[in-house]
């Protein structure tokens, strides 16, 4: 697991990257439908219910993930991840996001996904 990432080597990765974005997407569903029900149940009983364990847990396993993996998650809905990358010298992140099957934009750091442009476009 590189902490820097060429195109090819995230490409690899996007499959399982969306998978698993697929399924935090629906564990955050999951776990907002469960907090609105405890906050029903909290009312009535007059006190306090958390998130699922068991959805928290599994959340957990996910983000570590990608925490091993040194990707950075910006999103969940939409999701929405970065892979770091050095391209002509430069700290860059390759971008990826639903419906994307493979890494075709990239931004600095500093511009974040409304400065993303194409890899075509990657300095060299």
Request: charge should be negative; hydrophobic fraction near 40%.
């Amino acid at each position: 697991m590189p902490e820097r990432y060429t195109i090819e080597e995230a490409d690899a990765l996007v499959v399982q990257v969306a998978g698993r974005m697929s399924r935090l997407g629906e564990l955050q569903k999951k776990a907002a439908a469960g907090l609105a029900g405890a906050q029903r149940r909290a009312r009535r009983n007059g006190h306090r219910e958390g998130l699922d364990p068991e959805v928290a847990a599994e959340m957990g396993r996910l983000l570590s993930w990608f925490e091993e993996m040194h990707l950075q998650v910006k999103g969940v809905s939409p999701p929405l991840v970065d892979f770091p990358a050095v391209y002509g010298g430069r700290d860059v992140l390759l971008c990826w996001t639903e419906g994307e099957d493979r890494i075709g934009w990239w931004h600095s750091p500093e511009a974040g996904f409304a400065g993303r442009r194409p890899v075509a476009e990657l300095p060299g």
